[in-house]
């Protein structure tokens, strides 16, 4: 089993910054994807942004040139920065990580808690 533990989140003005970090603790051995999805109200949870162990990356349309995903390796943490935020990016953020690749959310192996981010106009 592995653990997701987030933190970060809360309100900010739109065109501010806010990182989020999750730290994973556990079989973390079996992790190769981890990654943040995201659900606002009323709608379905997509991907955000997502990083394997190896370093590859890969962001939602929306997101690309203003979130940025890293991953540490030794604190087994990974975080998601984000830049010039807008008020539809208001949602609950969920940490995910997965022993392959990040897909479909049925297909994720784990989950963290969810943390609210909330962009003010």
């Known amino acids: 089993q592995v653990q997701l533990v987030e933190s970060g989140g809360g309100l900010v003005q739109a065109g501010g910054s806010m990182r989020l970090s999750c730290a994973a603790s556990?079989?973390?051995?079996?992790?190769?994807?981890m990654g943040w999805y995201r659900q606002a109200p009323g709608k379905q949870r997509e991907l955000v942004a997502a990083i394997t162990s190896g370093g590859s990356t890969n962001y939602a349309d929306s997101v690309k040139g203003r979130f940025t995903i890293s991953r540490d390796n030794a604190k087994n943490t990974v975080y998601l920065q984000m830049n010039s935020l807008k008020p539809e990016d208001t949602a609950v953020y969920y940490c995910?990580?997965?022993?392959?690749?990040?897909?479909?959310?049925?297909?994720?192996?784990?989950w963290g808690q969810g943390t609210q981010v909330t962009v003010s106009s």
């Open positions: 995910a990580a997965d022993t392959s690749i990040m897909g479909p959310v049925s297909d994720v192996d784990y």
């Open positions: 556990g079989s973390i051995f079996s992790i190769n994807a």
